[in-house]
């Protein structure tokens, strides 16, 4: 039996007969764009998330982009931010012209460290810009208690939950910490949309006016533009696909985290191995279950062999990438953030996971770390 790292399909099969009235709804209604199912599921993610303000975008890369702008974000100014994650929070920094500035990760993490953070703070930081790895928040109060500038004013912080939709920390929800919050509604994230989609969250009047402005090529009133945005809009389809999905968005979040529960106890105590280790007040929701492993090469090709899914995530960090090369940063800048590079390894995990699917990895990931188990 192989075991998929991911299949969408499963989802679709069991909400279908909700899903297909609720598209065509909005193809007989022809508001494709704005609306009603907008509005509605805004509403609701806003109270989800635990804030007054929710606004639909088209991606999650959008999300961060507009959140940015929204900030007046200028050439020359700095985001304080980690150097291990998914491209776009950092492409976003620099589409306007504006510099990331790294921290490293923490020891045991695989979110920014936010010891590191006083540090990297100067006087041209303009927001702090935490990504809620795999699922797990970063370590927000530490994170809140530094989001100030040199001289004492608060500094925004922009959560990216793109992958953390669901995660709570002390608490509360990702998203509702800082001065917004992107999420991304990509099909495998864990509120997944049927292509492109993203929504910021704020509890800020100011901000979240800001944002819909931007959102819709800074237009006030309609034709007249006050400042340049751009169409960042949320589908009403993809909108009424997600409305389904967000009334099973806590099963899911649940079974992911039975998944992960699963795989914390069968996976204990191997040699090469160091499973996720939340710390206190962390209630991850496992986007990704992510592990280390000593011989990666070694267990991908066991479990290639066994027909079990994994992914890398992510085979090489930001700071070195050629695209950033005018930053002037080098390899061994970042040894965490560099070292995790080498060793992570994204097992099998989203909601409709089989249970003997989930036995058949772990007995696998087993195999594969024994010593003298045949690589191919
Ligand atoms: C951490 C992180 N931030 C941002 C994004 C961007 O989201 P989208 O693909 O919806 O643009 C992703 C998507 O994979 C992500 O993983």
Do not use: W
């Not at 237009?219 to 009403?236: C, M, S, T, W």
């Not at 279950?289 to 066994?306: C, F, G, I, N």
């Amino acid at each position: 039996m192989a075991v998929p790292f991911f299949d969408l399909t499963r989802q679709y099969a069991a909400l279908e007969d909700d899903i297909r009235p609720a598209i065509d709804q909005v193809l007989r209604s022809q508001q494709c764009i704005g609306g009603p199912v907008v509005a509605e599921l805004e509403e609701q993610l806003a109270r989800y998330v635990g804030v007054r303000h929710a606004v639909g975008v088209s991606s999650g890369t959008d999300a961060l982009l507009l959140s940015l702008m929204a900030l007046n974000l200028k050439p020359g100014d700095e985001v304080v931010t980690s150097p291990f994650t998914f491209f776009a929070p950092i492409g976003s920094v620099m589409r306007l012209g504006a510099t990331p500035v790294f921290v490293d990760i923490e020891p045991d993490g695989f979110n920014l460290d936010p010891t590191r953070l006083t540090e990297a703070i100067g006087p041209r930081t303009r927001a702090l810009l935490p990504i809620h790895l795999f699922g797990q928040c970063a370590q927000m109060d530490q994170v809140m208690a530094a989001a100030y500038s040199p001289t004492g004013e608060a500094l925004p912080v922009i959560e990216d939950l793109a992958q953390a939709l669901g995660a709570q920390f002390e608490g509360r929800q990702a998203g509702s910490f800082g001065a917004a919050g992107c999420v991304s509604f990509f099909p495998t994230k864990n509120l997944g949309a049927a292509g492109d989609g993203g929504m910021v969250f704020t509890d800020d009047d100011a901000l979240h006016e800001r944002l819909r402005l931007l959102a819709r090529h800074g237009a006030r009133p309609k034709y007249h533009h006050i400042e340049v945005g751009g169409n960042f809009r949320l589908d009403a389809i993809q909108a009424a696909i997600l409305s389904v999905k967000l009334r099973h968005l806590e099963a899911f979040c649940e079974r992911r985290r039975a998944h992960a529960a699963y795989y914390d106890e069968a996976l204990a105590g191997l040699e090469g191995l160091t499973l996720p280790s939340p710390g206190p007040g962390h209630q991850p929701v496992h986007n990704q279950y992510v592990v280390r492993v000593a011989d990666r090469a070694r267990l991908v090709a066991h479990l290639q062999q066994r027909g079990v899914g994994s992914a890398v995530y992510y085979p090489e960090a930001l700071h070195t990438q050629p695209a950033l090369k005018a930053l002037g940063y080098q390899r061994g800048d970042f040894p965490r953030a560099e070292k995790a590079c080498e060793e992570v390894l994204a097992l099998p995990i989203f909601p409709e996971l089989r249970v003997e699917e989930r036995e058949q990895v772990a007995r696998a990931v087993r195999e594969g770390l024994q010593p003298g188990a045949p690589a191919t």
